[in-house]
């Protein structure tokens, strides 16, 4: 049944889902039967300590790898079976990624950075809107080198916001920054989703990031071992950690 008080309706859908890795004769086993569901527009964080399989989650959930079983879907795409060109046609249409490094040219600014992005996008918003969403107009055509390191990660959203995607899917994205421009990222963040309406899921290990959630959904040892649903949500000025 649904509930009124949770955003849309299901875009991503999950069941028993399991990934192992083989390396030599040695399993590793990053993904234990996991199923679950995130509405349209929904902010997520993925939160469990490092080797809980978040980043494996994610990278399924973006179409940058395969389960080794279970059944994954993004609308009526299936994740799980997809060859490579359609994940690729699935990240170019419907996904933004933001990472821990920037992954930024450093030869071109942020305008031409951002421009990347918006040359293969089907129906890419202007340079400019995104690059002013992130509040980094006055800084257009500075290169990456004179930028802080969170104006960088500002840069690599408004990079990743340019295609206008679904989702926007977030793996420790504050972990290369100090706790007041993380701060700052994160309400970046909860802008785009509150305010575009994009689905974001945000992998941390910091559990005060939790509190800016509609819910929480914590890993540990490849299994999602608790859900929780935050009956108010936090604004970034309000954590602390």
């Known amino acids: ?5 949770r955003p849309g309706s299901p875009v991503f859908v999950a069941r028993d889902l399991c990934k192992i890795y083989r390396m030599g004769d040695v399993e590793v086993h990053a993904l234990r039967d996991v199923s679950l569901e995130i509405r349209e527009g929904e902010f997520i964080v993925l ?7 978040k980043s494996t989650l994610l990278n399924i959930l973006g179409g940058l790898d395969l389960p080794t079983s279970g059944e994954a879907f993004w609308r009526d795409h299936d994740l799980a079976h997809a060859d490579e060109a359609m994940l690729t046609r699935y990240r170019r249409d419907h996904v933004g990624f ?34 002013g969403i992130v509040g980094l107009g006055p800084r257009a ?51 785009v989703n509150r305010e575009l309406g994009t ?15 509609d819910r929480v959904l914590h890993l540990a040892d490849g299994h999602v071992t608790d859900v ?14």
């Open 1 to 5: 049944m649904d509930d009124p008080g």
């Open 47 to 53: 939160l469990g300590p490092s080797g809980s399989g």
């Open 98 to 131: 933001v990472f821990q490094f920037y992954n930024l040219i450093p030869s071109l600014t942020v305008r031409e950075n951002v421009a990347l992005v918006t040359d293969i996008a089907p129906h890419p918003m202007p340079i400019d809107e995104a690059i």
């Open 141 to 191: 055509h500075h290169f990456p080198s004179q930028l802080s390191g969170g104006e960088q990660q500002r840069v690599a959203i408004a990079r990743a916001i340019a295609k206008r995607p679904d989702v926007l899917l977030c793996d420790e994205p504050t972990g290369a920054l100090d706790y007041a421009t993380g701060k700052l990222v994160l309400d970046v963040i909860a802008n």
């Open 199 to 213: 689905t974001a899921i945000v992998i941390t290990h910091n559990a005060p990031i939790a509190g800016m959630a």
């Open 228 to 241: 929780r649903v935050n009956a108010r949500k936090l604004s970034a000025s309000e954590l602390s950690w």
